[in-house]
């Protein structure tokens, strides 16, 4: 498993994201595709990034009926996306047919991982909203494992908790951490960030890396910069 950086094409178009890819002459990125921009464009974004040598997270967060979600993820798989994802609270035999639905006919799948509890839900709303009678951290172990007894990869969720999910669900299980910030840049709307660096020492797979890249004054020497933190 390769260490890498994801960077999060958080843009409201198809032709500023692409302007933006526009900078960076030698080096491919892998970058994650979200709603915003997946919404705005439809499929033909997914399409053009593949089609200029970009590694993608179609990062779309399904969560329906078993048999919906694993239509859902054919598609999905179809465009050529490389990480896909699902919200492990839809259960484990809808994370099984997400799964099914991932399946090329060559044999070739995009690596499915899972959403736990999102980092913007505090354990009081969890427990006091959604009746979840445990601990935030529980909850997330808990969901991460329901993720692997499904057969997926890994799951999403904050540096500071890759370590903890590693140690109860086993080192090879995939963990991608957004959060993520430089020592010297504004921390934003995270809360819960470290740096690429101390991402490395935790032992993260892959950060996804947004506003610290893309609204960079050289986006180009930032993402260099990550890269040299944080990938082997
Ligand atoms: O700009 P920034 O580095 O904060 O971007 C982080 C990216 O990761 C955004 O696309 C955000 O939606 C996503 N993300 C996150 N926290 C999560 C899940 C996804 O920041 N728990």
New binding site residues.
């Given amino acids: 498993m390769k260490r890498d950086v994801i960077i999060?094409l958080?843009f409201k178009d198809g032709d500023t994201a692409l302007n933006f890819l526009d900078k960076f002459k030698e080096e491919k990125p892998f970058v994650?595709i979200?709603m915003e921009l997946f919404f705005a464009e439809g499929p033909s974004i997914v399409r053009e990034v593949k089609r200029r040598g970009h590694k993608i997270f179609l990062d779309l967060k399904l969560h329906d009926i078993p048999n919906t979600v694993k239509g859902g993820m054919r598609s999905l798989t179809n465009l050529g996306a490389d990480i896909l994802n699902v919200h492990a609270a839809g259960t484990v035999d809808m994370m099984k047919a997400a799964l099914e639905g991932t399946q090329r006919e060559d044999g070739t799948a995009p690596m499915l991982i899972a959403v736990t509890q999102?980092?913007s839900t505090s354990e009081e709303r969890m427990q006091k909203e959604l009746l979840i009678n445990a601990g935030i951290n529980e909850t997330i172990i808990h969901y991460a494992k329901n993720a692997k007894e499904a057969g997926l990869a890994g799951i999403?969720c904050s540096p500071l908790e890759a370590g903890m999910v590693k140690e109860a669900v086993g080192k090879d299980f995939i963990t991608v951490t957004?959060?993520?910030r430089f020592a010297d840049s504004a921390k934003?709307d995270?809360v819960r960030i470290t740096t690429p660096a101390k991402a490395k020492e935790i032992g993260t797979d892959y950060i996804?890396?947004?506003?610290?890249i893309t609204q960079a004054e050289d986006p180009v020497a930032a993402y260099r910069r990550c890269m040299a933190d944080f990938a082997d």
């Fill in positions: 999060a958080d994650k979200g999102l980092t999403v957004p959060g993520i934003d995270q996804v890396v947004g506003r610290p």
